[in-house]
Structures are given as C-alpha cells and as structure tokens.
Antibody, heavy 117, light 111 residues
Framework: EVQVLESGGDLVQPGGSLRLSCSASGFTLSIYAMNWVRQAPGKGLEWVSYISVSGGSTDYADSVKGRFIVSRDNFRNTLYLQMNSLRAEDTAVYFC??????????WGKGTTVTVSS | EIVMTQTPLSVSVTPGQPASISCKSTQSLVHSDGKTYLCWYLQKPGQPPQLLIHEVSNRFSGVPDRFSGSGSGTDFTLKISRVEADDFGVYYCMQSKEHPWTFGQGTKVEV
C-alpha cells in the first residue's frame, strides 16, 4: 500500500524549533516532488511548502517564509520540515503529501505540533 | 495570492438526494499550458484529505462516478448525484495553478 508517515510533532515553546520528518512506504519518495500542508485545530487546510524532486527548488507560504525550511534526503527516502521561531499560530496538524502533476494524491495521517508556553 | 471561496459553508443532505458545492477563484485558474488546475478533496473526521477530482472534472482513481466536477475560468462546481452515508465530511476545493496553492474554506456536508 502506498503511504506516507509523518513524525516529529511535539509541544514546543514559542520561539522554539522543531523538525518534522516524512517517510514513505509502497513507493520511492525520492522520485516525487512533495508538499507540506497544515491544519490548525478546527480550521481549514493551508499549503505550507513545496520541494522539487532534486530539492533544488522550494517554495513557502508567506506565513512561514524565513522561518521554515523544507529539505529532503533522497538517499534516506525522507522529507523534512525544519520549523524555527515557532509561534502560537503554527499550532496545527502537519501533513506531508505526494505531488503528482498538479495535485496531491497521497497524504499522511499528519503529526501534531503545539506551540504553547 | 489566489483566494478560493466556497458556498455554501454547510449543507444538510438526505441520502439519495443530490448535492452541489460552488467554488470561485479570484483569478482564472487556466495555466499557461492551457489546462485548468482545480481539485476537490474530501476530508472525513480524523482523516487526511482524500483526492476526489483533479483538473476540474477528472475523477481520481477509485472515486465513484456519482461525483462530478465542472466549471471553467473562475467558477467551479462539485456535484454528488445521489449522496450516500459515506459522503459526509468537509469538501475543499484547491487551486494548483500557481504557488501558493490555496484552498477554499471548506463545505461541511452532513448526511
């Protein structure tokens, strides 16, 4: 079965940092572009970031630009989201999602990030 | 940024009856390649979103044919011909014409 699995979510204080990971099973993550999408409690979906297959091209939502860094280790078949200077409004479930053409077809169950003192 | 607006935000539907959700974008979703990049997702409680429709009207693999998408330019519609109990959840439209990819606010369908 084709799946992605996020990990690394935790409770962190405002201003702190956290690194999320995303691994794949049933397919080779390293040959797909990937996205991170988040969902604040009780809210809708917000696209967060994109990374190309090689990792040479990335993009971010304005709300996280300059604070979050997306990267990938294709040798380890793993995607990362380094989150710095975390704010309360970053509290959300973070999903990683496989990009195919112009849509996201495989989503993980998400990992929960809570930013609170 | 392209803003996506869905209506209604909530709808109660009797099983067996049709349902329709509208999605409007603040800019045309026609890409320079001539294609229109508008998707529909369904998110059930406690689950990640699942892709229903891509490029306005293409049903994703395994999606029942009671789901159909239509529209062009800035106005799009998702229709469910006969709602089933398994169709409850929140429906989102999403544009992928350009970054940042943006979602509508979501439409809660209660059955």
């Amino acid at each position: 079965e084709v799946q992605v699995l996020e990990s690394g979510g935790d409770l962190v204080q405002p201003g702190g940092s956290l690194r999320l990971s995303c691994s794949a099973s049933g397919f080779t993550l390293s040959i797909y572009a990937m996205n991170w999408v988040r969902q604040a409690p009780g809210k809708g979906l917000e696209w967060v970031s994109y990374i190309s297959v090689s990792g040479g091209s990335t993009d971010y939502a304005d709300s996280v630009k300059g604070r979050f860094i997306v990267s990938r280790d294709n040798f380890r078949n793993t995607l990362y989201l380094q989150m710095n200077s975390l704010r309360a409004e970053d509290t959300a479930v973070y999903f990683c999602a496989r990009k195919v053409y112009y849509y996201m077809d495989v989503w993980g169950k998400g990992t929960t990030v809570t930013v609170s003192s | 940024e392209i803003v996506m607006t869905q209506t209604p935000l909530s709808v109660s539907v009797t099983p067996g009856q049709p349902a329709s959700i509208s999605c409007k974008s603040t800019q045309s979703l026609v890409h320079s390649d001539g294609k229109t990049y508008l998707c529909w997702y369904l998110q059930k409680p406690g689950q990640p979103p699942q892709l229903l429709i891509h490029e306005v009207s293409n049903r994703f693999s395994g999606v029942p044919d009671r789901f159909s998408g239509s529209g062009s330019g800035t106005d799009f519609t998702l229709k469910i011909s006969r709602v089933e109990a398994d169709d409850f959840g929140v429906y989102y439209c999403m544009q992928s014409k350009e970054h940042p990819w943006t979602f509508g606010q979501g439409t809660k369908v209660e059955v």
